[in-house]
């Protein structure tokens, strides 16, 4: 495999990862505020909240598909083949 193929992929799943977690707390921020409106101790999300989980999401998803691209330009079928885990 090319070393700066290698590079780039390595470098797109660890951003593809910063921006899985960043959703994941961003989605974890809304659930505990829809829970504690629910609990009437609170208001629900923000639409800031909203919008920051949409965003990350969208990143995520971006970035998933730069890596599944780089991923089949370089046959690495285990990435290329990898199930979505945005939805």
């Not at 909240?49 to 780089?70: C, N, T």
Request: net charge negative.
């Amino acid at each position: 495999m090319d070393v700066a193929l290698d590079e780039e992929l390595t470098a797109l799943e660890a951003a593809r990862a910063t921006a899985t977690r960043s959703r994941e707390l961003a989605q974890d921020r809304i659930v505990r505020a829809f829970r504690s409106q629910l609990e009437g101790a609170g208001p629900g999300p923000s639409d800031a909240d909203v919008q920051s989980f949409a965003r990350f999401a969208l990143v995520e998803k971006a970035l998933q598909k730069e890596v599944h691209g780089l991923a089949e330009l370089i046959g690495l079928e285990r990435l290329a083949e990898a199930p979505e885990t945005v939805q």
